[in-house]
């Protein structure tokens, strides 16, 4: 396992299209996140799983927004009706339980909305 | 609201000098406190973190310093080497629950050679 693999690395789509990403975490990680980033701004939590559950969801995340993570393991992020405003770069990071926050970062996945 | 502050924006220090980046915070909930290295096209890379109960963690030619009765932590890179040059963010997690990380809007550290 040579750490968090996000795909695509990079997506162009156009206004009103709908995309997904994937994240296939480090493998015995129970914890994974989604944080999007912005030019000249740090990582913003999304949304976190523990296993399989969903637990906690940012206000960041509109209804146009979800994500999944069936059996505890890989993950996908879906943007419904994409705006411009959704261009950036979207995170995943994964880690286990009780590290005091130290998450493993994938390279992430740049979204351009035209 | 920034809950993690970093105020300078970028930092340019010659090789073999001391860099020091500096990182406030608000939330007093914050448990712990973490520094990432970011290169361009790349996700942010652990560096070292610190727990509210220490002073100081110390890592190789890094050590990252927190006082929490002035809510600031400052990240020291003793002797600084060219390959340092990169984006690092300060980022915070509070107590129990996700360990969700706060972030700051991130400091850019050059190392000339």
């Known amino acids: 396992d040579t750490g968090v693999s996000q795909d695509p690395r990079h997506k162009i789509t156009k206004r009103g299209q709908n995309v997904t990403f994937r994240c296939d975490p480090i493998?015995?990680?129970?914890?994974l996140y989604w944080y999007r980033q912005t030019l000249g701004q740090g990582p913003e939590f999304l949304t976190y799983f523990q296993n399989e559950a969903q637990l906690e969801k940012s206000r960041l995340l509109s209804d146009r927004f979800s994500a999944e993570r069936p059996k505890g393991s890989f993950s996908t992020l879906e943007i419904q009706r994409t705006e411009q405003g959704d261009s950036a770069m979207y995170l995943c990071?994964?880690?286990?339980?009780?590290?005091?926050?130290?998450?493993?970062f994938g390279q992430g996945t740049r979204l351009t909305v035209v | 609201d920034q809950q993690v502050k970093q105020n300078s924006p970028s930092l340019s220090v010659q090789e073999g000098r001391i860099s020091i980046l500096n990182c406030d915070y608000t939330n007093s909930m914050f448990d712990y406190f973490l520094w990432y290295k970011k290169y361009p096209a790349e996700g942010p890379t652990f560096l070292i973190s610190?727990?509210?109960?220490?002073d100081k963690n110390e890592d190789g030619r890094f050590t990252v310093f927190l006082n929490k009765s002035a809510k600031h932590l400052s990240l020291h890179i003793v002797p600084s080497q060219p390959g340092d040059s990169a984006v690092y963010f300060c980022a915070a997690s509070p107590q129990g629950g996700s360990e969700k990380l706060v972030f700051g809007k991130g400091m850019k550290l050059t190392v000339n050679p």
């Open positions: 990071a994964s880690s286990p339980t009780g590290t005091g926050g130290t998450a493993f």
């Open positions: 493998s015995e990680h129970n914890r």
């Open positions: 610190i727990s509210s109960i220490k």
